[in-house]
């Protein structure tokens, strides 16, 4: 009996010196993922690098054309410069004016030209007034963007979020005309445009059903993709989903069954 409660004891011995050994290799696993992966850039005083994690490939580290003498990290990390290039994520922004070049958050930046989105310029941006809203939208003095598309807005004085912003399906109007993203609704009937939240971007007005920037009727290359629609009885049944007197129908596929 003295024996096999030595040999209970010693196999629970066992038992927690294997779980004891098991929880230090999940927090060196651990440690190794938090603290080994890293990324960003690293000046180590003869050379820039800037290092990063693949999923597939592991960690890189790679030198980049940069002056260690000059080399600046700018406050958000994702953007860096020398005395004469602009970086970010590691790669040469070409075009950007490093001199003038501040970064404003994450993925956006200013010089004395331009607003940046990442290392791609916001088109028809004018830098010296530039500014950040959100994670989506940006504005100068003449017009809004969203990431490095200008809405080309008709009246800027009266732009205003409607819903959704900051989000990444968001409605916004001037007054004049309503925008999905950086898509303009392309409705003259303004004052009775009915907007639908999480619809992937459908509105209707007393004439028209549009999706993004055209009438529902026809796919973004003008295809048409559903017949007549009736306007009387149109409805929004979910994202990108519709109905009317007639059917249920996709704005990409066009008429289908209702399924109830």
Same mark, same amino acid.
């Given at each position: ?10 196999g629970?011995?066992?038992g927690? !010196?294997?779980?004891?050994?098991l ?7 651990f440690t190794?993922t ?5 990324t960003?850039?690293?000046n180590e005083g ?13 960690q890189?580290?790679e ?12 406050? $958000?990390?994702?953007?860096?410069k020398?005395?004469k $290039?602009v ?7 070409i075009g ?8 404003l958050?994450?993925y956006?930046?200013?010089d004395k030209?331009f607003g940046?989105?990442?290392k791609?310029?916001?088109? !028809?941006s004018n830098?010296? &007034? $530039?500014k ?6 940006s ?8 990431e490095t598309e ?7 004085? !009266?732009?205003k979020f409607v819903?959704?912003?900051g989000d990444?399906e968001c409605?916004?109007t001037?007054?004049k005309?309503?925008y999905y ?9 303004y004052?009775n445009l009915k ?5 992937g971007?459908?509105? !209707?007005?007393r004439?028209?059903a549009?999706f993004l920037d055209h ?15 009736d306007?009387? &009885?149109?409805?929004v049944?979910g994202?990108?989903e ?6 249920c129908?996709n704005?990409?596929h066009?008429?289908k069954?209702c399924s109830e």
């Open positions: 009996m003295g024996m096999v409660l030595a040999v209970v004891r010693q629970g011995n066992v927690c !010196n294997f779980m004891k050994t929880q230090n290799i999940l927090l060196g696993l190794l938090l603290f080994g992966c890293s960003g850039y690293k003869d050379a820039v690098y800037y290092e990063h994690w693949n999923e597939g490939s592991g890189h580290k030198k980049i054309d940069a002056n260690p003498k000059t080399f600046n990290i700018l406050k $958000f990390d994702t953007y860096a020398d005395n $290039f970086f970010y994520q590691g790669e040469k922004i950007a004016d490093a001199k003038t070049f501040e970064a958050g994450d956006y930046a200013r030209n940046w989105y990442g791609d310029t916001i088109k !028809n830098g010296r &007034t $530039f950040v809203i959100n994670a989506y939208y504005t100068d003095d003449k017009d809004y963007f969203y200008p809405l080309n807005v008709v009246d800027p004085q !009266n732009f819903y959704g912003e990444y409605w916004a001037d007054g005309y309503y993203n950086y898509y303009k609704v392309p409705s003259d009937d004052k907007i639908y939240p999480k619809s971007g459908i509105s !209707n007005d004439y028209w549009y009438k529902l009727n026809y796919d973004i290359e003008g295809k048409r993709v559903v017949d007549t629609i306007i009387a &009885t149109f409805l049944t994202y990108i519709c109905r009317d007197k007639y059917s129908f704005v990409y066009g008429r069954k």
